[in-house]
């Protein structure tokens, strides 16, 4: 059985920083390509940043230069270290696998003063 797991998610102040940590299991974690999406109350799910098996990553424009993706196959990990936190960020976050298509049940994180 394919699960992933996040964790990390909180409450922190506009300019903190998070650590995401997404754990799979069930699947030969290092042949897959990894993300993280995030929905905020209101809005669509969007894309966040993405991981290659190769360990290259993308970021959206919204995240660029603030955020890193990283993965562990060792572990069957894949982080998102979050800096420079604003209140915009405000979501959940939630891990997917690409291809099949794959999601965790989401970690909330709040950004506010």
């Known amino acids: 059985q394919v699960r992933l797991v996040e964790s990390g998610g909180g409450l922190v102040q506009p300019g903190g920083s998070l650590r995401l940590t997404c754990a799979a299991s069930g699947i030969v974690f290092r042949i897959y390509s990894m993300g993280w999406y995030r929905q905020a109350p209101g809005k669509e799910r969007e894309w966040v940043a993405s991981i290659t098996t190769g360990g290259s990553p993308n970021y959206a424009e919204s995240v660029k230069g603030r955020f890193t993706i990283s993965r562990d196959n060792d572990k069957n990990t894949v982080y998102l270290e979050m800096n420079s936190l604003k209140s915009e960020d405000t979501a959940v976050y939630y891990c997917?696998?690409?291809?099949?298509?794959?999601w965790g049940q989401g970690t909330q994180v709040t950004v506010s003063s």
């Open positions: 997917r696998r690409f291809s099949p298509v794959t």
